[in-house]
């Protein structure tokens, strides 16, 4: 069964850096364009970016873009989000999600980001 | 960039009611339309693509319809556990961006 199991939340401060991580399972990861999916407390989703599935090609949303990179590992089955010059803004609850043809057909159960001094 | 306007922003039923949740694109933005479900707490879940079918094990009476700008999620008659709020969004270019979201409650 397709797994995703996104890792590296916490609390950080304004203008530091942090790494999440999402490991793949149950799938052939190299065949999938995978992206991240964000949500404020008591908010909406929005949506952060996506890598293509041989990660030639990336876009973001205009809130992250320049700040966050998104990046995968086919050898390793795991996307990642480097998230750089973090706001107050930035935190949410982020979910990796796969691509089928458009649509997110699979999502992890989140990993919460807190931004605060 | 598309922006993406649901209404209602709640919408109060009794079990067994029809739901009708509408979703509009500021740009026509041809079937590349979805909706997904969130429950409190869950992750989303996938519903609808492409305007009107269905994904695996979503039960028929969830409905999609719509092209263009205009598009329509309908629940035949509602179930407890139907309860939820429910998202739109669209795959016409970059940046995909959801609605805001429509809230069915229990009245």
């Keep these: ?117 | 960039e598309i922006v993406l306007t649901q209404s209602p922003a709640t919408l109060s039923l009794s079990p067994g009611e029809r739901a009708t949740l509408s979703c509009r694109a500021s740009q026509s933005i041809s079937s590349y339309l979805v909706w997904y479900q969130q429950k409190p707490g869950q992750a989303p879940r996938l519903l609808i693509y492409d305007a009107s079918n269905r994904a695996t094990g979503i039960p028929a009476r969830f409905s999609g319809s719509g092209s263009g700008t205009d598009f329509t999620l309908t629940i035949s008659s509602l179930e407890p556990e139907d309860f939820a709020v429910y998202y739109c969004q669209h795959r016409s270019n970059w940046p995909w961006t959801f609605g805001q979201g429509t809230k069915v409650e229990i009245k």
Excluded at chain 1, 12 to 39: D, I, K, N
Aim: hydrophobic share 35%; proline share 3%.
């Design chain 1, 1 to 117: 069964q397709v797994q995703l199991v996104e890792s590296g939340g916490g609390v950080v401060q304004p203008g530091r850096s942090l790494r999440l991580s999402c490991p793949a399972s149950g799938f052939t990861f190299s065949s999938y364009g995978m992206h991240w999916v964000r949500q404020a407390p008591g908010k909406g989703l929005e949506w952060v970016a996506v890598v293509y599935y041989d990660g030639s090609k990336k876009f973001y949303a205009d809130s992250v873009k320049g700040r966050f990179t998104i990046s995968r590992d086919n050898s390793k089955n795991t996307l990642y989000l480097q998230m750089n010059s973090l706001r107050a803004e930035d935190t949410a609850v982020y979910y990796c999600a796969r691509e089928q043809l458009g649509h997110l057909d699979y999502w992890g159960q989140g990993t919460l980001v807190t931004v605060s001094s």
